[in-house]
């Protein structure tokens, strides 16, 4: 988050690539599509009323007297209201007699597969809450998740929020410190693990890192685990509970109590910078309206017929809003896929479209980029005609990515959209709607109806069409974080000092000529180069633009004539070969072709990987750090620390060429 932003001068960020491309709905999409332009004229009409009839997606035990009590930058809403979230991502689809529907295809990396549906889901989450009881957890406790992607990690989220309990994911992939920490901060009392997962073809140990990590921890009492790979683990005695000891005896029957609509559901910890991680608390009844809401519209969901498959981790906020909470609350079908896309081959996620017949999928543009690194004849090995909405998250999608994404993807056929939105957030902000909005490479369009966003300069001033700034929030929204965990003033000072009244994601974005939204990246990010603000997203959109890079990562290092220099790391094709002198060259040319010489690179580097962290943003700051010679910061949130070091060889081997 841009606690410190910089690299903002005078001047809002400078509007380099022009795009003239636009794919219209498809018309039978459109025809039938759930959401209608008049949506958006509804919503700015009463947008209160607007989210109250989202609201009644829901099953509610009793009805909210307070659509919002809005005492900035505090919200509350639906407050008087009651509902229990896995009731209504389980038991009402029961009751309604579609428990026969399966919630989830479960495929592991090793090929083993389960089918999960909703009275299955209902009984395992029964039977969880009962043993969660019986471990001493009660309401309000905070309860720590340290899973591979199983089914019982959803089976475990669902448990704690039935029972009142507020979880805590902690990415598989994290450190015993990160995992450490975030006891520390949330107080945990349970933390739900495995033995291990499956990655890469191999299992991977979980349970070991738990060990390390509550070993001085005493305020953790029990340790839950799941048995996945049947590796050997240490034993606890008296703190250690097998999972199919204690869960699989209990009574499928759970009496589930209605909570407040502002009772907490999770708390999520945001990652990526050197400070203290920020615990990101989500309630109840807002967030469950708006993943609700923006499940069915965004995806444009039949639950019927549809089968949805989000390819992210369930460690991250996407995972909690678009593999759990979404889907479930609207009683869709689901693929969960356990392992990495390229195990036992590199087109084993199209092998599982084609399987299960994917209609609807969502993931980041960092594998988007992966695939296209490793070529179009993967994807063109399997049926891909059932997808029907294709949808990116994370990070800004380049626009050749998002061409390669439709065309090789989606078939030249299905709409793209670019979701913007963040672990603050909750829920989608800001996308294209699938059967409306013409869909333009690299553009994430419009807030959704009931949003109001805006693009700003310095002094909090709108920009007009065709120029940049800092995306702000304007009103509150249902699923905003409604504080970080136990520090009001940060809460404060992070998201609400930086322009009165108004939230401040820490984003770039601008406003193209036709009133379109571009997302821009991090703040953080901006580069400032003789007096100019240049998104990092801008420069490396151009570089993937040429046809010989997959991925490319930019950074703005200090330069004693410029200010900042532009310094680019990128990643070539697999046909590309190695990149000599003349292709460095080559790919300069192009990008001052493409954006003008103010944007040109001081300095471009191939690379063989780029350092990323488990939801697969790349981590700039690190590159900055090794574009000038410094000491590495934080590296713990990172996929692989070794390839920072190896990059950083390499940095330093490429200049002492160019002297
Ligand atoms: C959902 C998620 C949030 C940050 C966000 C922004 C970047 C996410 C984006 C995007 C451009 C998109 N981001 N989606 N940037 N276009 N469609 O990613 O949450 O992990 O908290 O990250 O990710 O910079 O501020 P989180």
């Keep these: 988050m841009a606690e410190t932003p910089q690299g903002q001068g005078q001047e809002t960020l400078s509007n380099l690539l022009q795009e003239s491309r636009s794919f219209p709905p498809p018309a039978d999409l459109a025809a039938d599509a759930n959401v209608q332009a008049d949506a958006y004229d509804a919503a700015s009409a009463d947008r209160l009323r607007f989210w109250e009839e989202q609201a009644r997606r829901l099953q509610w035990e009793q009805p909210w007297s307070n659509v919002l009590e809005w005492n900035p930058p505090f919200a509350k809403w639906f407050t008087g209201g009651k509902l229990n979230a896995a009731v209504n991502c389980v038991d009402r689809h029961v009751d309604a007699g579609r428990g026969d529907r399966v919630a989830f295809y479960w495929e592991g990396e090793p090929g083993d597969t389960r089918a999960i549906t909703y009275a299955d889901l209902k009984d395992m989450v029964c039977q ?7 471990l001493g957890v009660n309401k309000g406790d905070r309860v720590a998740v340290y899973m591979p992607m199983i089914p019982e990690t959803v089976v475990a989220m669902l448990a704690c929020a039935r029972i009142g309990a507020v979880h805590m994911v902690v990415f598989g992939g994290f450190s015993v410190d990160a995992l450490g920490t975030r006891l520390d901060d949330s107080e945990a009392k349970l933390v739900i693990t495995a033995d291990g997962g499956y990655r890469r073809g191999k299992p991977s140990s979980l349970k070991p890192a738990v060990d390390d990590a509550v070993r001085d921890r005493p305020a953790v009492e029990n340790v839950l685990v799941v048995r996945r790979t049947g590796q050997e683990v240490e034993w606890n005695e008296g703190r250690d509970v097998w999972w199919h000891d204690i869960v699989d005896r209990q009574p499928t029957e759970h009496d589930a109590e209605a909570h407040d609509a502002e009772h907490p559901l999770y708390i999520m910890y945001t990652s990526g910078t050197t400070a203290k991680p920020k615990g990101i608390l989500h309630t109840t009844g807002g967030y469950l309206t708006q993943v609700a809401y923006t499940h069915w519209a965004v995806f444009d969901l039949k639950p019927e017929s549809d089968v949805f498959w989000t390819a992210a981790d369930i460690g991250w906020v996407t995972g909690h809003s678009y593999i759990v909470y979404g889907p479930l609350a609207n009683g869709a079908t689901s693929v969960m896929y356990e392992g990495t896309p390229d195990t036992p081959h590199k087109a084993r996620f199209w092998e599982i479209v084609q399987k299960y017949g994917v209609t609807l999928a969502y993931m980041a543009p960092t594998a988007i980029r992966t695939f296209m690194k490793w070529g179009e004849e993967y994807p063109a090995q399997y049926d891909l005609s059932s997808l029907r909405v294709l949808g990116s998250v994370g990070e800004p999608i380049n626009p050749e990515a998002y061409m390669w994404y439709r065309t090789h993807i989606g078939g030249n056929r299905t709409p793209i959209v670019d979701t913007w939105w963040q672990t603050e957030t909750g829920a989608i902000m800001v996308t294209p709607m699938p059967g409306i909005t013409h869909g333009k490479p690299g553009a994430a369009m419009h807030p959704i109806p009931g949003v109001v966003v805006d693009v700003v300069d310095e002094s909090g001033e709108s920009v007009p069409n065709g120029h940049g700034g800092l995306i702000v929030v304007r009103e509150p929204w249902p699923a905003m974080l409604r504080g970080i965990w136990g520090d009001p003033e940060r809460y404060k000072k992070t998201y609400w000092s930086r322009f009165e009244g108004l939230y401040f994601p820490g984003d770039g974005a601008k406003r193209d000529e036709d009133g379109d939204l571009w997302l821009l990246g991090r703040v953080d990010d901006v580069m400032l180069v003789s007096g100019h603000n240049i998104s990092t997203t801008e420069v490396e959109s151009a570089l993937v633009a040429h046809n010989k890079v997959a991925e490319a990562a930019v950074t703005g ?54 350092p990323k962290t488990r939801s697969g943003k790349i981590m700039r700051r690190l590159l900055k750090d090794v574009a000038e010679n410094r000491e590495l910061g934080d590296v713990s949130t990172l996929t692989d620390a070794q390839s920072i070091e190896t990059l950083k060889e390499a940095f330093q081997e490429s200049g002492k060429s160019d002297e």
């Design 128 to 134: 969880a809450a009962n043993a969660l009881t019986e």
């Design 557 to 610: 290092a200090s330069d004693p004539v410029t200010g900042q220099a532009i310094v680019a790391f990128v990643i070539l094709r697999s046909e590309a070969g190695d990149g000599g002198a003349d292709m460095i060259k080559e790919l300069r040319d192009h990008v001052g072709a493409h954006l003008g010489p103010i944007a040109k690179p001081r300095q471009i580097l191939v690379v063989p990987e780029l």
